[in-house]
């Protein structure tokens, strides 16, 4: 099966990485989604379907992100994420059977565009294509874990992939190398988090990064999460003016379309704010739900925004998994959006002013 040797996709090139890994060969697509938490609180993707190159700088907490799209391919988007999630979700699942992992991954394109919700005709797989080639050609510059030493971490999503091709150019393999950054952040089992399947169905990027955002700091708390929206717009790393972020979120918040999770946004001043809470509307089950968070010494809901700070810069692209519970509640304080706290009546409050009619 000769295979394609366009730029990045070459047969074995020499000093390949392959050649040093054993392949981690996907069996499977049934595996529950599983989202990668450090991907799910900061903006590591363009959130536009329309191609990036300005950078993401992202500081905050003493944490550092910068995301860089090259001009040829533009930045991996919110969709070509899906790639990294299909990928996590196939580790974790062959870790939880005993099986042996690598970085190096095998699989086929079937099995891939099938297990996040997507067809699998021509068009997918010259999207798929596109999708990788972001990946790979995104560079990221973070300090993100590396403890009270500042250090700086460079990768790409992807660090070389190949698609395997018959004589007649039908697709029967791909092959990819993650980086080791991203698998180290997916073997350590704290750092990833199951998520609700329907995610694959949501089509808008904004949609998309709110649920993450959701997933990680509401989790299943009944009083969920409480944002500040200018907090939420530098978060983004979206390229939108805040006027324009906060008027999206207006929309979504009408719509309700986030699986699992109720949005209410109401003002207090001149802050416009967004409190996050788990709904019945989940697709997937969960056991044994918290009372409530309790964060920086308040006993109420944790709330995010105020003080942050934060370089702006951001702008999507890429679908086999049954829906399966997910019995893990989110109990983590994040230090960099946890810095002040709402108690019950004051979390009543707000949503009683949503109920009222406010924005």
Same mark, same amino acid.
């Given at each position: 099966?000769?295979?394609?040797?366009?730029?990045?996709?070459?047969?074995?090139?020499?000093?390949?990485?392959?050649?040093?890994?054993?392949?981690?060969?996907?069996a499977?697509?049934?595996?529950?989604?599983?989202?990668?938490r450090?991907?799910?609180?900061?903006?590591?993707f363009s959130?536009?379907k329309?191609?990036?190159v300005?950078?993401?700088?992202?500081?905050?907490?003493?944490?550092?992100?910068?995301v860089?799209?090259?001009p040829?391919?533009?930045m991996?988007?919110?969709?070509d994420?899906?790639?990294?999630?299909?990928?996590a979700?196939?580790?974790?699942?062959a870790?939880?059977?005993?099986?042996?992992?690598?970085?190096?991954l095998?699989?086929?394109?079937?099995?891939?565009?099938q297990?996040?919700?997507?067809? %699998?005709?021509?068009?997918e +797989?010259?999207? &798929?294509? $596109?999708?990788?080639? @972001?990946?790979?050609?995104? !560079?990221? =510059?973070?300090?993100?874990?590396?403890?009270e030493?500042?250090?700086?971490?460079?990768?790409?999503?992807?660090?070389e992939?190949?698609e395997?091709?018959?004589?007649?150019?039908?697709?029967?393999?791909?092959?990819?190398?993650?980086?080791?950054w991203?698998?180290?952040?997916?073997?350590?089992?704290?750092?990833?988090? %199951?998520?609700?399947?329907? +995610?694959?169905r &949501?089509? $808008?990027?904004?949609? @998309?990064?709110?649920?993450? !955002?959701? =997933?990680?700091?509401a989790?299943?708390?009944?009083h969920?999460?409480?944002?500040?929206?200018?907090?939420?717009?530098?978060?983004?790393?979206?390229?939108?003016?805040?006027?324009?972020?906060?008027?999206?979120?207006?929309?979504?918040?009408?719509?309700?379309?986030?699986?699992?999770?109720?949005?209410?946004?109401?003002?207090e001043?001149?802050?416009?704010?967004?409190?996050i809470?788990?709904?019945?509307?989940?697709t997937?089950?969960?056991?044994?739900?918290?009372?409530?968070?309790?964060?920086?010494?308040a006993?109420?809901?944790?709330?995010?925004g105020?003080?942050?700070?934060?370089?702006?810069?951001?702008?999507?692209?890429?679908?086999?998994?049954?829906?399966k519970?997910?019995?893990?509640?989110?109990?983590?304080?994040?230090?960099?959006?946890n810095?002040?706290?709402l108690?019950?009546?004051h979390a009543?409050?707000?949503?009683?002013?949503?109920?009222r009619?406010a924005?």
């Amino acid at each position: 099966m000769p295979g394609d040797v366009s730029p990045g996709r070459g047969r074995f090139a020499q000093g390949s990485e392959r050649e040093r890994l054993d392949p981690f060969v996907v069996a499977t697509g049934d595996a529950s989604p599983r989202d990668q938490r450090d991907l799910m609180e900061r903006p590591f993707f363009s959130l536009a379907k329309v191609k990036r190159v300005a950078p993401i700088l992202y500081d905050s907490g003493g944490q550092r992100v910068e995301v860089h799209g090259m001009p040829e391919h533009g930045m991996a988007t919110i969709w070509d994420a899906d790639v990294l999630i299909w990928a996590a979700s196939q580790i974790v699942e062959a870790e939880n059977h005993g099986l042996r992992t690598s970085r190096f991954l095998r699989f086929t394109p079937y099995q891939l565009l099938q297990a996040i919700g997507r067809a %699998t005709g021509a068009r997918e +797989y010259r999207l &798929l294509k $596109g999708a990788l080639a @972001r990946l790979q050609s995104t !560079v990221i =510059r973070t300090t993100i874990r590396h403890g009270e030493h500042w250090r700086r971490h460079q990768f790409s999503w992807i660090n070389e992939w190949e698609e395997l091709t018959t004589r007649d150019g039908r697709v029967e393999g791909m092959e990819f190398v993650l980086p080791d950054w991203f698998y180290r952040g997916v073997i350590d089992r704290s750092l990833v988090l %199951t998520i609700d399947p329907q +995610y694959f169905r &949501l089509t $808008g990027g904004i949609e @998309r990064w709110l649920y993450r !955002v959701a =997933r990680k700091h509401a989790g299943h708390q009944p009083h969920g999460w409480l944002f500040e929206i200018a907090h939420l717009h530098e978060k983004s790393g979206s390229l939108a003016r805040i006027s324009d972020f906060a008027l999206d979120l207006r929309r979504i918040a009408a719509r309700q379309p986030l699986p699992g999770y109720r949005l209410d946004i109401w003002r207090e001043g001149r802050r416009e704010m967004m409190q996050i809470r788990p709904s019945g509307l989940s697709t997937v089950p969960v056991n044994n739900p918290v009372d409530t968070l309790v964060t920086s010494g308040a006993n109420g809901i944790g709330t995010s925004g105020a003080a942050q700070s934060g370089f702006r810069a951001h702008e999507p692209q890429l679908s086999l998994w049954p829906e399966k519970q997910n019995p893990t509640a989110n109990l983590e304080s994040n230090k960099e959006s946890n810095f002040s706290s709402l108690t019950r009546a004051h979390a009543r409050h707000g949503a009683a002013a949503t109920r009222r009619g406010a924005p």
